[in-house]
């Protein structure tokens, strides 16, 4: 509900998602449950971005964070899959002050400064839709963001409630975020394998409208064979 009382397309989502047809047993008995699965691979997701955002192990940051996002978007695909999930009451329980992500967001950029800034469509079923210059350092951070809220209602025992969060904002916010980083995260390691170097961003920021010409080239600065060994990459022609 906006502030001035009017509903927000967001708010009409949330609230529909909260009345839709009720899910089969969600508990979280047992290590083969269904939530159990999803809350660990959610868990170990978020524990990893962490630890590459330390900056302990530069040279495979990229390949590691591929294979995370990988991982975590097959957890969200068992959840897109699911039936929808119906929390157990009718208004979202209150799950405290959000974490503060900006620590590890500039950490995240620092460490992928050369290639953090990626173009992107934000829906490919829109026609003639216009890309948009994103960065993987917010991505990652706004998909912690989403997860941990789930997690918290998980860690009070509010199983249903926290799996019925991560299944709808899988399907607005970082289903498709994590979706469009795993693109450019594979992109960037096809390049350094096939031995095809990014052309220079050439100004392109998240900041600024990006003209046409300067979208039909991918983010991030001239990216040449020997930017591999820093990505932990090795390149196709070595």
């Known amino acids: 509900m906006s502030d001035n009382g009017a509903t927000t397309d967001t708010d009409a989502a949330t609230e529909g ?3 839709a ?3 089969s047993d969600l508990s979280a008995d047992g290590p083969d449950s269904f939530a159990v699965q999803i809350a660990d691979q959610i868990d170990a997701f978020t524990v990893a971005v962490a630890e590459v955002a330390t900056g302990d192990d530069p040279d495979s940051a990229v390949p590691y964070l591929l ?6 978007l097959l957890a969200g695909g068992r959840l897109g ?12 329980p209150d799950t405290g002050p959000e974490p503060d992500m900006d620590e590890m967001r500039e950490r995240l950029a620092g ?19 216009t890309p948009v210059a994103s ?17 918290a209602h998980y860690r009070e025992g ?18 498709p975020t994590a979706s469009a980083t795993l693109r450019a995260l594979q992109s960037l390691v096809a390049h350094v394998r096939l031995d095809t170097p990014l ?4 100004g392109l920021d998240t900041d600024s409208a990006a003209e046409s010409d300067d979208l039909e080239r991918q983010a991030g600065r001239v990216m040449e064979a020997e930017i591999a060994t820093p990505l932990g990459l090795k390149s196709g022609g070595s």
């Open 199 to 202: 052309a220079e961003l050439d």
């Open 81 to 92: 899959a699911h039936e929808d999930i119906v929390p157990e009451e009718r208004y979202e």
């Open 111 to 129: 460490l992928l400064e050369p290639v953090d800034v990626y173009s992107e469509v934000f829906d490919p079923y829109v026609p003639r839709s």
């Open 67 to 72: 294979l995370q996002v990988s991982q975590v």
């Open 21 to 23: 047809p009720v899910a």
């Open 158 to 175: 509010r199983v249903t409630e926290a799996l019925w969060w991560w299944q709808f904002s899988y399907l607005t916010n970082w289903g």
């Open 17 to 19: 998602a909260r009345q």
């Open 135 to 151: 960065r993987i350092s917010d991505d990652l951070a706004d998909i912690i963001t989403d997860l941990r809220h789930g997690m």
